[in-house]
């Protein structure tokens, strides 16, 4: 998450209110800014994370209106650099209708947009003008207007910034994103960009025509139409991929972002040799537990084992097995740990983007998504989009670390491994048949439930077992008959009994005698058994 999580609130005895929010180990970006000014690049990378936390908030009607480097947090992240936390909605406004109408002018002076000194309705663009002067300010080492509050006021309403080219010139920022900032400057909300994706994606764009690569190119594009998607899809760097190679629309994302990747000597020159120019030993557990990684990652195992094995090595397992490693190499299997954790949260969250967007494709997306959440809980639009809990996310970590899911829950992804492996739409019949073998195990597993929760029927002797294979008797039919005459002296009609008997020209046929006899020794109660439903 790139808004600050809130833990927990509570009211006190005397009435107050309070709340608990998460342990935050940084520094706030004004302290940054005041060493000096930024990168261009970095500038960019920090922009684009505010950006993406202020869609959240916005998605949700809500209006920061005090965005500013002090309330920009910057924290390591796996030992990343430069991931964004918002701070401080103290003053943040629910946005009711298409604007806010609030008279009172909150905020820091030298943040304030125009709109709002001048008491006007706004809208979530007062966020965007602050982030223009939070990035005017990251550029320069100083904010776009300096003063008293009364010369703020008026500037941010009628004074004029400096051209583009002079930012260019003065302070070495790349023309295009001089051009988005002052755009995001603008005196008239309606100047500036439509909204925070907008914004972000004009980030993109001039980061692409400034030719500049970041330490946080492996986001997620921001949701925009497809076409200019398409275009920063093809435009902006891929870590994922060498640097030679394009991106085609049409190709398996997982199956062709992997496939590069699986030289084991230069997965281990990065590993090794990326903090020294010297030739260092190569350690083979190291080689072992990358190639691990890559080749489970190669058949869409990234945290599910195959439905087919259970107990299949995952690339998730490959990577908590290099974390644990203790000893020499510990530095340089941190390192390929982070680096394969930051490289498959991105193809799976690119492929989970791709999915997001297709007819039918959202269910699937946001299982890519979760998986991409274990190798980095704060993948944006993941983290969003998925909306899994602290909870549900360390129980899925749980499952994944010690093979512990179902069959029903490994059955249940094989449509992604389908989507991955033949990048298909979700209407094609490779898809369908994951759907019908899905169904097909439910049932079969429901049926078992069922007859297992069903209790057993009584037994009824309606049809008398076969006689055993033995000698006919050779007394005489009298002797046996009278066990059936018995009934008649009791008001049963007598001649029926006896005339079975007198058709008998030799020994009584072994079923109707066995038969008798059972309906003579059977206990009470299982003789009244077979005719209960018959006086039903």
């Known amino acids: 998450m790139i808004i600050v999580e809130i ?31 930024m990168s261009a690049a970095r500038t960019i990378a920090v922009l684009r994370r505010i950006c993406k936390g202020l869609a959240s908030a916005h998605a949700a009607h809500i209006i920061h209106r005090d965005i500013k480097p002090d309330n920009i947090f910057l924290v390591d992240r796996q030992s990343r650099p430069d991931a964004v936390k918002i701070l401080d909605f103290g003053i943040s406004v629910v946005m009711a209708g298409a604007t806010v109408t609030d008279t009172s002018v909150v905020g820091t002076p030298l943040y304030l947009a125009p709109e709002i000194i001048a008491g006007e309705p706004f809208d979530a663009r007062v966020d965007m003008y602050a982030v223009g002067c939070t990035a005017y300010e990251m550029l320069t080492g100083r904010p776009p207007y300096e003063g008293s509050i009364k010369d703020l006021l008026f500037a941010h309403r009628h004074a004029t910034l400096p051209s583009a080219v002079a930012l260019t010139r003065d302070h070495g920022v790349p023309r295009p994103l001089a051009d988005l900032v002052l755009r995001c400057l603008a005196k008239r909300p309606e100047h500036r960009f439509a909204d925070m994706d907008d914004l972000e994606a004009a980030l993109c764009e001039a980061q692409i025509a400034a030719g500049l690569e970041t330490d946080w190119d492996d986001l997620a594009l921001p949701n925009v139409d497809g076409e200019r998607r398409d275009k920063l899809l093809r435009g902006m760097p891929d870590p994922a991929m060498s640097s030679d190679r394009l991106r085609p629309r049409r190709r398996a994302y997982l199956i062709a972002a992997l496939a590069g990747c699986l030289v084991l000597g230069g997965l281990v020159v990065y590993a090794l040799q990326s903090r020294s120019a010297t030739t260092e030993v190569v350690d083979p557990e190291l080689v072992r537990l990358a190639a691990q990684a890559r080749e489970a990652a190669t058949h869409v195992a990234f945290a599910y084992p195959p439905a087919d094995d259970p107990q299949g090595r995952t690339s998730y397992q490959a990577i908590l097995e290099l974390e644990r490693i203790d000893g020499p190499n510990t530095r340089a299997a941190q390192d390929l740990a982070k680096s394969l954790r930051r490289e498959f949260a991105n193809t799976l969250g690119a492929f989970g983007d791709r999915l997001w967007d297709r007819p039918g494709g959202r269910e699937f997306a946001v299982d890519a998504y979760a998986q991409a959440l274990l190798f980095d809980p704060d993948l944006e639009p993941a983290a969003s989009r998925a909306d899994l809990t602290p909870g549900q996310l360390a129980r899925l970590a749980n499952k994944a670390t010690s093979s512990g899911f179902s069959e029903t829950e490994l059955v249940a992804v094989e449509p992604l491994v389908v989507l991955a492996e033949n990048d298909i739409v979700p209407e094609t019949p490779e898809l369908q048949a994951a759907r019908d073998r899905i169904s097909q195990r439910t049932r079969a597993r429901d049926s078992t439930l069922l007859a297992a929760a069903s209790p057993k029927p009584a037994t009824t002797p309606a049809t008398p077992p076969a006689p055993p294979t033995e000698p006919a008797p050779t007394e005489p039919a009298a002797r046996r008959c009278p066990p059936a005459a018995a009934p008649a002296s009791r008001g049963s009609p007598g001649p029926r009994p006896r005339s079975r008997c007198a058709r008998d020209t030799g020994p009584p046929t072994p079923r109707r005698c066995h038969a008798d006899t059972r309906a003579r020794t059977r206990p009470p109660a299982r003789s009244r058994a077979p005719r209960r439903p018959r006086s039903l």
């Open 7 to 37: 833990l927990d609130f509570a009211e006190l005895p005397d009435g107050r209110l309070l709340y608990t929010m998460e342990l935050l180990g940084g520094r706030p970006l004004a302290r940054d800014i005041a060493e000096r000014p």
